[in-house]
């Protein structure tokens, strides 16, 4: 991934939360979410225990799907989530 296309307006060496089974490419990301903290989270969608839990970059997250650049503009306290790989994304706000 080159700069030219990273469209956050965080830093590619930013943070973010994922789980194990995207990190191990087993699972689509399916649910994002911008937290009111400034976090970003990017999960399969499913339940998880903190053991599943890993932080990466957000550099690595769009190495692993480019297609989250979609999500870069998501706001704080908003999360995005899909029903498979090629549903279209719904965004909704944390407290509505």
């Not at 999960?43 to 999500?71: F, P, Q, V, W, Y």
């Not at 870069?72 to 989530?81: C, I, K, N, Q, R």
């Not at 498979?84 to 909704?92: A, C, F, G, P």
Request: net charge negative; hydrophobic share 35%; proline share 2%.
């Amino acid at each position: 991934m080159n700069k030219s296309n990273f469209l956050f307006a965080d830093a590619p060496d930013t943070a973010c939360f994922t789980c194990c089974h995207v990190l191990d490419k087993n699972k689509p990301i399916l649910y994002v979410s911008h937290d009111e903290d400034g976090y970003w989270q990017f999960l399969c969608g499913k339940n998880h225990n903190d053991e599943d839990a890993r932080i990466i970059s957000l550099a690595e997250i769009l190495n692993i799907d480019e297609t989250m650049n979609d999500l870069a503009e998501l706001d704080y306290g908003e999360y995005a989530e899909a029903e498979n790989e090629k549903s279209d994304w719904i965004v909704r706000y944390k407290n509505k």
